[in-house]
């Protein structure tokens, strides 16, 4: 299904290939995405949530085996709940609705996206990015299998798409920024707390010394670090025999040349909304 559509996915694990059973194991290496709370809350406490990401263990017809990336607690859940997720961004079979209902949860920010396969045609694809709204662009296909979403930019398979539109809005409503749910935090015992940051609120720039500034002796009692002097001894020496006044005029002069460009080939937003 995935052959000609990403560079690379037919790299799969060799160790794999012998498996007479591949149907019903699953790959240490598959992610997939919780879809709705299970159980529900209205039956008890949800085992696995909206938007949670899971590691597949094996599928065992209508129940897959999991484990919770954030507390590694395996269970089972119905393979109706989840989406296997492909590359970090390629869901498969999220509809439009719930497309929205992922991409408006608390981890994504404005710029993230996800690829989803049309649930009604095999191989038919949309991108549903984060902005002021979810917006979703049609996905198309040419006859030589190469994929586009404006006509003027064409691609040989959706991660050469996704690799420009990250870079490039190109008439998106905005660039890519992340993979959505990608800000999903792993376990707190997995990312070491920062240290807090003291902040000094009693220095006074009025009260040091210029010959503190500009002294190099890194053994001294002096209430400005090292590297912040000497950033400072440079600045004075390059700007203390110019006139303050001279100074902004120049600075007004530089601002008065700046000038937006304009794109002048009248592209504006490529808009295709979907109905997948």
């Known amino acids: 299904?995935?052959?000609?559509?990403?560079?690379?996915?037919?790299?799969?694990?060799?160790?794999?290939?012998?498996?007479?059973?591949?149907?019903?194991?699953?790959?240490?290496?598959?992610?997939?995405?919780?879809?709705?709370?299970?159980?529900?809350?209205?039956?008890?406490?949800?085992?696995?949530?909206?938007?949670?990401?899971?590691?597949?263990?094996?599928?065992?017809?209508?129940?897959?085996?999991?484990?919770?990336?954030?507390?590694?607690?395996?269970?089972?859940?119905?393979?109706?709940?989840?989406?296997?997720?492909?590359?970090?961004?390629?869901?498969?079979?999220?509809?439009?609705?719930?497309?929205?209902?992922?991409?408006?949860?608390?981890?994504?920010?404005?710029?993230?996206?996800l690829v989803r396969e049309s649930t009604s045609e095999r191989g038919l694809y949309s991108l549903s990015v984060k902005h002021m709204i979810v917006k979703h662009y049609r996905i198309f296909r040419l006859d030589n299998s190469w994929y586009y979403i404006s006509p003027r930019l064409t691609f040989q398979c959706l991660e050469d798409m996704i690799n420009h539109y990250s870079d490039f809005a190109d008439g998106l409503c905005c660039a890519l920024t992340s993979p959505c749910l990608s800000g999903m935090t792993p376990p707190s015992d997995a990312t070491p707390e920062a240290p807090p940051v003291v902040m000094r609120r009693?220095?006074?720039?009025?009260?040091?010394?210029?010959?503190?500034?500009v002294s190099t002796d890194s053994c001294s009692d002096n209430m400005v670090s090292y590297g912040v002097r000497n950033s400072i001894a440079a600045y004075l020496s390059l700007s203390g025999n110019q006139d303050p006044a001279h100074t902004r005029r120049q600075t007004r002069k530089k601002k008065s040349k700046s000038v937006y460009a304009i794109p002048q080939n009248g592209l504006g937003n490529i808009d295709y909304e979907d109905d997948l």
């Open 202 to 213: 009693n220095f006074d720039w009025k009260k040091i010394d210029r010959g503190q500034l």
């Open 1 to 113: 299904m995935m052959g000609n559509m990403i560079r690379g996915a037919n790299a799969r694990d060799p160790q794999n290939t012998h498996n007479t059973d591949s149907h019903s194991k699953g790959s240490e290496d598959d992610m997939v995405v919780v879809l709705d709370d299970y159980p529900s809350s209205e039956i008890s406490e949800p085992i696995f949530r909206m938007g949670e990401k899971l590691r597949l263990i094996s599928k065992e017809a209508y129940w897959w085996r999991v484990r919770s990336v954030q507390t590694q607690k395996e269970n089972y859940i119905p393979s109706s709940h989840v989406a296997i997720v492909y590359h970090g961004w390629l869901f498969e079979g999220v509809e439009r609705n719930k497309a929205e209902e992922l991409l408006c949860l608390p981890g994504n920010r404005v710029g993230s996206f």
